[in-house]
């Protein structure tokens, strides 16, 4: 399939945003081994903005250049600061019109940096509408075929739920802090999170519980088998550094 410029192609990815942007790293901790699992990179402002202040200079024909300089950018600061876990890259499924020849900018940055591709995560956001589902599993696909792993940012909260795991099966489900919040004093919430961990299991999912920012919602989640965390409990997103981690006192190794 040859690019095609007219339709948001190769001319648009390459074209530099008239915008500088950053990267914040937020730790994704295994609270079994007290460790740093692997890091997310959040995009920011060049000054650290955050981010919603970046997505309002964004005007329509810059959404495929800004998704390339958003990988490039996560893989060279991730490099620079020597980031020696898995690291985890949101992308925008509908940015991508050619998986093949979307992902060349950030196996360059690879090359370039020295950073290891096999530790990269590409995350899709549930939240993001998909207007073929079959589209995103393309993407997904090619990206596992490439070497990458795949996670499913947010599930629970958008349009793909438990139809998409029936298609594919990615990496890691991340679950949204929708059903995170309070879940120590839900029980709703609980026996919903102990249905979908019973199902992921099954399926050789790995799991990470997202927007944790309570000891109480920490330990409802280990109750349920989720070792895998990141909130603010932790550590807020540090911009262009690692932020040390605070390890509260029941969930220490």
Known sequence: MKPDD???????CRQELPFEIGMA?????????????????????????????????????????????????????????????????????NAV??????????????RRTGF??????????????????????????????????????DFGSGFAGLSLLANFQPDIVKIDMELVRGIDGSGARRRILDGIMDI???????????????AAEMETLADAGVALMQGFLFARPGFRALPAVTWPESGSA
């Open 97 to 110: 019109y050619q998986p093949r020849h979307c992902i060349q900018s950030t196996l360059a940055a690879c």
């Open 200 to 214: 992921w299991g099954g399926l050789g999912i790995q799991v990470i519980a997202e927007g944790v920012e309570t």
């Open 25 to 93: 790293f937020q730790p994704i901790v295994d609270i079994r081994s007290g460790s740093v699992f692997a890091y997310e990179a959040l995009v920011r402002g060049g000054g650290g903005e955050p981010a919603g202040a970046v997505f309002e200079k964004l005007e329509e024909g810059m959404l495929y250049g800004f998704d390339q300089a958003c990988r490039v950018k996560a893989v060279e600061t991730a490099a620079e600061l020597g980031v020696a876990v898995p690291l985890s890259i949101n992308f925008m499924p």
């Open 116 to 153: 290891p591709m096999d530790r990269i995560t590409f995350e899709a956001s549930e939240t993001e509408r998909i207007t073929r589902q079959g589209r995103l599993i393309e993407i997904l696909s090619e990206y596992r075929e490439t070497g990458f792993r795949t996670a499913i940012d």
């Open 6 to 12: 007219s339709v948001g192609g190769c001319g648009q």
